[in-house]
């Protein structure tokens, strides 16, 4: 069996460390922990690896947030992967900080990149990973919050999160989407 992870997030240094990127953070994580290196490919930076008899292919689109889908569709096909084993990794404002929400499918909730994979899938059925960034942002300043770095505190805590956000992309790909929502969502 063959997974899609996506984690989305834009590509360039500017961007490197802040909110918009932790599906990026996520993506680097699991390839580090597996030994699997990312390469340059059509739409994005790809990397493969095998845990527990099953094969995970990491996607960093390189084609910014709002083109996400773009990338999604061509390694969906590429690689010929069913929808149903897609999981995006994306960052959630509504989420406090560090929590976790996998869904099995919903709306884009006003995120572009989210949006941009529904239109180029033709639907929103597909699993995504929702990890919190907190919403504490004046009003107006969304954006500036999103593209804006983690606070000190936030750094601290960000390498126990991202681990538990890797472990349940492990468990979608192994212990299935059901078990994965029962078990994370909780956390």
Do not use: C
Not at 61 to 78: D, E, H, I, R
Not at 114 to 124: H, P, Q, R, V, W
Not at 126 to 151: C, M, N, S
Request: glycine share 14%; charged share 20%; no cysteine.
């Amino acid at each position: 069996m063959k997974y899609l992870i996506v984690g989305l997030g834009n590509i360039g240094a500017e961007y490197a460390e802040t909110r918009h990127n932790i599906g990026f953070k996520v993506a680097d994580a699991l390839a580090a922990e597996a030994g699997a290196v990312f390469a340059t490919g059509r739409y994005g930076s790809v990397a493969e690896f095998r845990h527990k008899g099953r094969t995970f292919v990491l996607l960093k689109p390189s084609t910014y947030m709002n083109l996400s889908g773009k990338a999604v569709s061509y390694w969906l096909k590429a690689e010929k992967i069913p929808q149903e084993n897609l999981l995006v990794v994306v960052d959630d404002i509504a989420l406090p900080f560090g929590t976790i929400r996998i869904r099995a499918k919903g709306s884009d909730g006003g995120h572009n990149g989210l949006k941009s994979i529904a239109e180029l899938l033709g639907n929103s059925d597909y699993a995504r990973l929702r990890f919190g960034i907190g919403g504490d942002f004046p009003k107006g300043f969304q954006v500036d919050y999103v593209l804006g770095e983690w606070t000190p505190d936030e750094r601290a805590a960000l390498p126990g999160r991202i681990g538990t956000a890797a472990e349940a992309v492990l468990s979608f790909g192994t212990a299935g989407l059901e078990r994965t929502m029962n078990g994370f969502n909780r956390k």
